[in-house]
């Protein structure tokens, strides 16, 4: 899944929790992902510390050069990984990467974040 000089990244946060005793959430994330080995080509899975969504545990961002970065949260690695891999493939097909509520899949509507506009003259 990981392949090197891949330009969109899926970060996800290895550290969040659902309680104290719960698994991190993130681990189940990025090896469900690996399971289903359906995200397009070019997209690297990073598992990162803290992405400071705590209050919303298990959270992701699409990132790529030139386009929006997307934040999601209150993923659940059980039931989110289609959503999250559909989500993906509309993302690699956007110039831009950004994307209407509405064109997002249904398990992500409101589990989105927030959107972050690219910096200007990036690319």
């Not at 991190?24 to 803290?50: K, M, R, W, Y």
């Not at 992405?51 to 039931?79: N, W």
């Amino acid at each position: 899944m990981s392949q090197i000089g891949a330009d969109h990244v899926l970060f996800i946060c290895t550290t969040c929790k659902a309680g104290t005793a719960e698994p991190h959430l993130g681990n189940e994330l990025i090896a469900g992902l690996a399971a289903a080995d359906s995200l397009p080509a070019g997209f690297q899975v990073i598992g990162t510390a803290c992405m400071s969504g705590c209050t919303r545990p298990c959270t992701a961002a699409f990132r790529a050069p030139g386009k929006a970065t997307y934040m999601f949260g209150d993923l659940d690695p059980a039931t989110d990984v289609p959503a999250l891999t559909e989500f993906a493939h509309t993302y690699v097909g956007r110039p831009d990467g950004q994307t209407r509520m509405l064109e997002r899949p249904k398990l992500l509507r409101r589990k989105t974040m927030g959107r972050i506009p690219p910096m200007a003259g990036l690319s």
